[in-house]
């Protein structure tokens, strides 16, 4: 609990978030993917891309999840993720 949540400055949020998640929680998962997947594999997924040979998890994320087709898994990595970034924050 923090500082501003047992001063009574700041609710404490008791719903378990299970049909939707809020913009924090939103926000926290992209940023814990960020820091522990994206950024350190960033550079070994560019070059699979780059490869044409979209690495197992990129490529069953993409077709499996998305559900886009697999052949529009190209270019480079930068707009890869900024789409599944748009993606992810436009969704419910």
Do not use: C
Not at 35 to 52: N, Q, V
Not at 65 to 81: E, F, Q, V
């Amino acid at each position: 609990m923090r500082f501003s949540q047992r001063e009574a400055l700041k609710p404490v949020k008791s719903a378990i978030q299970v049909e939707s998640m809020d913009d924090d929680l939103r926000t926290g998962l992209w940023n814990a993917l960020t820091k522990f997947y994206w950024d350190i594999m960033g550079e070994e997924l560019a070059s699979i891309i780059a490869s044409r040979r979209p690495g197992k998890f990129l490529k069953k994320m993409w077709q499996d999840h998305l559900k886009w087709p697999i052949d529009t898994l190209r270019g480079r990595w930068r707009s890869t993720l900024s789409k599944i970034r748009e993606f992810y924050f436009s969704s419910k």
